[in-house]
C-alpha cells in the first residue's frame, strides 16, 4: 500500500534531491572556508566565531529567520535585489524555488560545523609535506591535490556520510517555512512519516514507511563507505 501512495514517492524524490544537492555543496565550502581561515588571514578568530554562530542556534529559530528574509512582499532579500534592479523572487512559495530556498538556509546553518572539522583535519597535516614539495617545484594546486586531498580522506569520508544521514532527516525547516508546500514541493520523508503516524493516525502505515526510510539511510550510508573504502585501496595501489 505504501508503495503505491504518489505521495510517498514525491517525499521520497523531494528527500532524495535535498540530500544529492546539499552534501556536496556544503562539503566543498565548508572545506573552502577551513583553507581560508587556515591561512594567516587576519582576524582569524573573528571568522571562526563567525561561520559557527549559525551552527549553535536553533533550526528553529534560523527557520523562522529566514521565512522572514524570504517574504516576497516586504523580506529582506528581495529588497537587496531590488536595489540592485533584480526583480523579487516568491521564494518558499515558488514550487520551482522552495526546496533551493530551504537548501541554501540549510548550508549558511550547519556549514560552520564541517568547517570546524575540515580545519581540525588541515591542522593535523605536516607542514614538511608541503615545504617539500614546494622545494620539488610544485605549485599550490598541485599540492591540494597532491597532499591536502589525500590526507583529508577519512575526514571527507566523516563529513560526507555524516551530512548525507542529517540531509536525510529534513524536517524542521519545512515543516516551519512551508508545511511541505507550494504543492508538496518541499514535503520530507520524515515529515510523511510525522502526518501519517500522529495526523491520521495511522500507526502501522507511519512504521512500514518507518522501516523503508531506515533501510535506505543505511544502504545509502553503507554504499558510500564502500565507495570511500574502496578509492583508498585503489589509491594505495
Given at each position: 500500500?505504501?508503495?503505491?501512495d504518489?505521495?510517498?514517492?514525491?517525499?521520497?524524490?523531494?528527500?532524495?534531491?535535498f540530500t544529492?544537492v546539499?552534501?556536496?555543496?556544503e562539503?566543498?565550502?565548508?572545506?573552502?572556508l577551513a583553507m581560508?581561515?587556515?591561512?594567516?588571514?587576519?582576524?582569524?578568530?573573528f571568522?571562526?566565531?563567525?561561520?559557527?554562530m549559525?551552527?549553535?542556534?536553533?533550526?528553529?529559530?534560523?527557520?523562522?529567520?529566514?521565512?522572514?528574509?524570504y517574504?516576497?512582499?516586504?523580506?529582506?532579500?528581495?529588497a537587496?535585489l531590488?536595489?540592485l534592479?533584480?526583480?523579487s523572487?516568491?521564494?518558499l512559495?515558488?514550487a520551482?524555488?522552495?526546496m533551493n530556498s530551504?537548501?541554501?538556509?540549510?548550508?549558511?546553518?550547519g556549514?560552520?560545523?564541517?568547517?570546524i572539522i575540515?580545519?581540525a583535519?588541515?591542522?593535523d597535516i605536516?607542514?614538511?609535506?608541503?615545504?617539500a614539495?614546494?622545494?620539488?617545484?610544485?605549485?599550490?594546486f598541485r599540492?591540494?591535490?597532491?597532499?591536502?586531498?589525500p590526507?583529508?580522506?577519512?575526514?571527507?569520508s566523516?563529513?560526507?556520510?555524516?551530512?548525507?544521514i542529517?540531509?536525510?532527516?529534513?524536517?524542521v525547516?519545512?515543516?516551519?517555512?512551508?508545511?511541505g508546500?507550494?504543492?508538496n514541493s518541499?514535503?520530507?520523508?520524515?515529515?510523511?512519516?510525522?502526518?501519517?503516524g500522529?495526523?491520521?493516525?495511522?500507526?502501522?502505515?507511519a512504521?512500514?514507511?518507518s522501516?523503508i526510510?531506515?533501510?535506505i539511510v543505511?544502504?545509502?550510508?553503507?554504499?558510500l563507505?564502500?565507495?570511500?573504502?574502496?578509492?583508498?585501496?585503489?589509491?594505495?595501489?
Amino acid at each position: 500500500t505504501l508503495f503505491e501512495d504518489s505521495l510517498f514517492w514525491t517525499c521520497l524524490r523531494n528527500t532524495a534531491y535535498f540530500t544529492v544537492v546539499l552534501v556536496p555543496i556544503e562539503a566543498l565550502i565548508a572545506l573552502l572556508l577551513a583553507m581560508l581561515i587556515n591561512t594567516n588571514l587576519k582576524g582569524q578568530l573573528f571568522f571562526r566565531t563567525s561561520f559557527f554562530m549559525p551552527v549553535i542556534t536553533s533550526i528553529t529559530v534560523v527557520s523562522i529567520l529566514w521565512t522572514f528574509l524570504y517574504n516576497p512582499s516586504n523580506g529582506l532579500i528581495n529588497a537587496l535585489l531590488n536595489s540592485l534592479s533584480l526583480p523579487s523572487q516568491r521564494f518558499l512559495r515558488s514550487a520551482d524555488q522552495a526546496m533551493n530556498s530551504i537548501i541554501v538556509m540549510t548550508i549558511w546553518q550547519g556549514v560552520g560545523y564541517q568547517m570546524i572539522i575540515f580545519l581540525a583535519g588541515l591542522k593535523d597535516i605536516p607542514r614538511d609535506y608541503y615545504e617539500a614539495s614546494a622545494i620539488d617545484g610544485a605549485g599550490k594546486f598541485r599540492q591540494f591535490t597532491a597532499i591536502t586531498l589525500p590526507c583529508l580522506k577519512n575526514v571527507i569520508s566523516f563529513i560526507v556520510i555524516y551530512v548525507t544521514i542529517q540531509a536525510f532527516k529534513l524536517f524542521v525547516q519545512p515543516y516551519i517555512m512551508t508545511n511541505g508546500g507550494p504543492q508538496n514541493s518541499t514535503r520530507s520523508l520524515v515529515q510523511y512519516i510525522y502526518q501519517q503516524g500522529f495526523q491520521y493516525k495511522k500507526a502501522g502505515f507511519a512504521s512500514a514507511a518507518s522501516v523503508i526510510f531506515f533501510l535506505i539511510v543505511v544502504l545509502v550510508s553503507g554504499v558510500l563507505k564502500l565507495a570511500f573504502l574502496n578509492h583508498g585501496e585503489a589509491k594505495e595501489k
